[in-house]
């Protein structure tokens, strides 16, 4: 189910003109935020490279089976069977699984505001705009404030009753060690659990309202086939137990990070049984794909903040339409090439900062390749030169 609303706004040439200067400083501002957005990721990166390469080195394989005092403060590896004595229960649901953290989800039922802006150019650079807001209906876990839609009538989300929550086995152990809470939580909960009829009927009394359960969820409404503003829709999932891999500082029978000397902190956590190599080159995944998408949002940013300094001379040109969408194509392309030449460009300045050694490796490789190629290219014109002409056949 949705409905729309239309709304129609004029801009004059003038204000837009004033609105552009005024983006000009934003501009500035976003590409000098992600220049040094993309310095420090840099800096970042080759730190977590060097802690992981340093704990790398470091660390050691320990059997679960004891906790040796000796390893005290040292980064340690261990794999083995983690269970809680205690299983993790919610109260307010009256659900309990055995394993070793339990996730509840809630999602209500609720209106949410799209908005889809359609902008025409006019002779003389004003603008019109056609705002359309279109309220549909929607499960979410979040709730969405009704108050700040365009229009409210009709569109009124209640108070979310119930939030998601999580809640954690009691007695957790690993062999002879005690993992705490920050262990716990690091594992994904993965696994369904299902509710049925019988714990729905449970339930009942406790709840405001009709209660049912519906595909393995509890659903509070009258009919999960046609939901209600309002509705709730009530699910689990659980972190279960069984093996589970762990590097960290051996604190006591617990685990802490590890403080490195390279600056991060070094605490990781997988489900199943995982050797300490595969632990590492895991994490060092991890960093590089950070690293790039780090990198490709910072790109963007400038990409952004140089069509936004360029903006007042397209909104100029829009007197003309045409001439004004002509010269927006071609602001778009000289921020594009501005942004392919700085974002590199201070990368290749923050290796030089970061990792020297490196950056002049690469840059002594890279003019190799460039002589090697132009030695070749003389050659073969060279080669062309020489050779004789074939004589035309009689």
């Known amino acids: 189910m949705s409905d729309t609303y239309t709304e129609t706004t004029q801009k004059g040439w003038t204000t837009r003109i004033g ?15 992600s220049g040094f957005g993309l310095f420090w990721n840099e800096g970042r990166a080759v730190q977590t490279e060097k802690s992981l390469a340093e704990g790398a080195a470091l660390v050691i394989t320990v059997d679960a089976s004891r906790v040796d005092p000796a390893n005290e403060g040292k980064l340690v590896h261990v794999t083995g069977e983690m269970k809680a004595g205690v299983k993790p229960s919610d109260p307010e649901f009256g659900v309990s699984a055995e394993g070793l953290r339990l996730v509840r ?9 799209e908005k889809k ?20 209906q929607v499960w979410s876990e979040s709730p969405i404030d009704s108050r700040e839609f365009k229009v409210t009538e009709g569109h009124v989300n209640p108070q979310m009753r119930y939030r998601s929550a999580g809640f954690l086995g009691r007695d957790v152990t690993l062999g002879a060690f005690r993992p705490g809470e920050p262990i716990v939580r690091a594992l994904p909960a993965s696994q369904q659990v299902r509710v049925d009829a019988a714990m729905a009927e449970a339930l009942r009394p406790r709840m405001n ?16 086939s046609q939901p209600r503003i309002g509705d709730f829709r009530i699910s689990f999932q659980l972190a279960p137990a069984g093996p589970v891999s762990i590097v960290g ?18 605490l990781m956590v ?11 080159k895991a994490a060092e995944s991890e960093n590089t794909a950070l690293t790039w998408l780090i990198r490709g949002v910072g790109a963007l940013v400038m990409f952004f903040g140089f069509q936004m300094i360029l903006n007042p001379l397209v909104v100029v040109a829009d007197v003309v339409p045409l001439i004004g969408s002509l010269l927006g194509a071609g602001a778009s392309l000289v921020s594009l090439a501005a942004t392919a030449v700085l974002a590199p460009l201070v990368i290749a300045i923050a290796w030089f900062w970061y990792r020297p050694v490196a950056a002049v490796i690469l840059v002594l490789a890279g003019l190799a390749v460039a ?3 132009r030695t070749l290219a003389k050659r073969k014109a060279a080669m062309r030169q020489t050779t004789p002409a074939t004589p035309a056949p009689a």
């Open 19 to 33: 609105e552009s200067i005024k983006g000009v400083v934003t501009g500035f501002v976003l590409v000098a935020l």
């Open 105 to 113: 989800t809630a999602e209500m039922y609720q209106w949410r505001e």
């Open 117 to 136: 802006t359609e902008t025409k150019k006019n002779v003389g650079g004003s603008e019109e705009t056609v705002t359309t807001y279109s309220y549909v």
């Open 209 to 224: 309202g009709p209660v049912q359960a519906n595909d393995g969820v509890f659903y509070l409404g009258a009919d999960p």
């Open 249 to 266: 500082r051996q604190s006591g029978s617990d685990f802490a990070e590890y403080q490195t000397s390279a600056g991060d902190k070094l």
């Open 270 to 280: 997988r489900p199943g049984t995982m050797s300490a190599a595969e632990m590492f």
């Open 371 to 373: 002589f090697g190629l």
